[in-house]
């Protein structure tokens, strides 16, 4: 299992010892230690599951319980002394602990937006603020509880993938949170690149949520098929281009909007590489650095269609021994996991020309993985 530190069992040829080093830390690392390897980084992560797929990825892999400092502290400074590496990439979980990026800032180069630019995009008074100057369309939103308790979503000042997020009622804890005014409509994404204040899209993708156990807009999944009409792609690279410039974003990002009855509003920013990354293949974490420093780089259309999707964990189980992953599994949890009811048990990927073809092996897979899971798994012991 890839506990602690866990280092390669062989080491690696001059050859890969001469290739640059990058420190991937994230709530879950993956996406990104994949990224970087494929791009001929030697890599090194930290993060919270230590995933199988991970540990293949990198020279050497840590594991925390969370990413508050005093958690990665020990394994940070693990890395510099033991591997000399002075550049990190953050992915997704820092949107709870943004004291944690200004940590990072002080030891190691951090490839992405600073954490000014990220605490910003998190303080959102001021947030919504910047998008009434810049008559951008965004959703009604409020910091104190609105006087009717019609169609309100409570959503967490700092939260990230729909966790916390819940339809508004009286007599609910408010503590930490802000109101959006509730409409139906598809959601969306762009994936985009930005630096010296401009923007490349890279793709339009199209999401969705489910509700999981007391979570009711959980992010399940996103396809690279948005089917978003060429006057609402057009809105948001006008959009783009005013907040690439507000903020001052470099590198990968990505941006939700809603889209109905042929308005958009936009959502939020995530100003760090997101999960639709892994539906392009164009190389983008070398764009992503090049974006860093300045220079923008076009990406080709991404051939077919791609997407990627959470399979959460319908029961408490734990993974046998030996256990049998069906392809396109990815976020591979090691045999002996104890994955409770509602967690994240993997994710799945599905590539394909078609966007119909690749929904259905999308649910073909899920289907397999839970039939082989749940027979695999042991039976209860009973309680006496």
């Avoid at 690392?29 to 494929?38: C, E, I, P, S």
């Amino acid at each position: 299992m890839c506990l602690n530190a866990v280092s390669k069992s062989q080491m690696p040829p001059c050859a890969e010892n001469e290739k640059p080093l990058l420190l991937v830390i994230a709530h879950s690392g993956r996406m990104l230690a994949v990224a970087a390897r494929k791009a001929g980084f030697r890599v090194l992560v930290i993060d919270v599951y230590a995933d199988l797929d991970t540990c293949a990825a990198a020279v050497a892999v840590t594991r925390v319980s969370s990413l508050v400092v005093a958690d990665i502290q020990p394994a940070v400074d693990g890395f510099i002394a033991q591997y000399g590496v002075g550049q990190v990439v953050y992915g997704s979980g820092f949107e709870y602990h943004p004291e944690s990026l200004v940590y990072l800032a002080r030891h190691l180069t951090i490839i992405g937006n600073q954490p000014a630019t990220f605490a910003r995009l998190l303080d959102k008074p001021d947030f919504f603020a910047a998008l009434g100057r810049l008559a951008i369309a965004h959703l009604e939103t409020r910091f104190v509880a609105p006087e009717t308790h019609g169609d309100w979503l409570v959503k967490p000042l700092h939260g990230q993938g729909g966790v916390g997020v819940c339809r508004y009622h009286a007599g609910m804890q408010t503590q930490g949170v802000y109101w959006q005014h509730y409409r139906t409509g598809q959601l969306h994404s762009v994936l985009f690149l930005a630096a010296a204040g401009q923007a490349h899209i890279i793709g339009f993708n199209r999401q969705w949520s489910m509700a999981v156990g007391q979570q009711a807009f959980m992010f399940a999944g996103i396809c690279n098929a948005s089917g978003l009409a060429d006057v609402h792609q057009h809105t948001v690279l006008a959009w783009l281009e005013q907040l690439v410039a507000e903020f001052g974003l470099v590198g990968i990002n990505s941006m939700d909007f809603i889209v109905d009855d042929q308005q958009l509003w936009l959502l939020e920013i995530n100003p760090r590489p997101s999960a639709s990354m892994q539906l392009y293949d164009a190389n983008l974490w070398v764009r992503h650095c090049s974006a860093v420093q300045g220079e923008l780089r076009a990406c080709p259309p991404a051939p077919g269609v791609s997407a990627m999707q959470i399979v959460y964990a319908p029961k408490d189980l734990t993974i046998p021994a030996h256990f049998v992953w069906p392809d396109g599994c990815q976020d591979l949890p090691t045999a002996g996991t104890q994955c409770l009811a509602g967690q994240p048990l993997c994710s799945i990927m599905a590539h394909g020309p078609q966007a119909r073809g690749v929904y259905n092996a999308l649910l073909t897979t899920q289907r397999q993985l839970l039939r082989r899971l749940l027979k695999d798994a042991p039976s209860p012991i009973p309680l006496t």
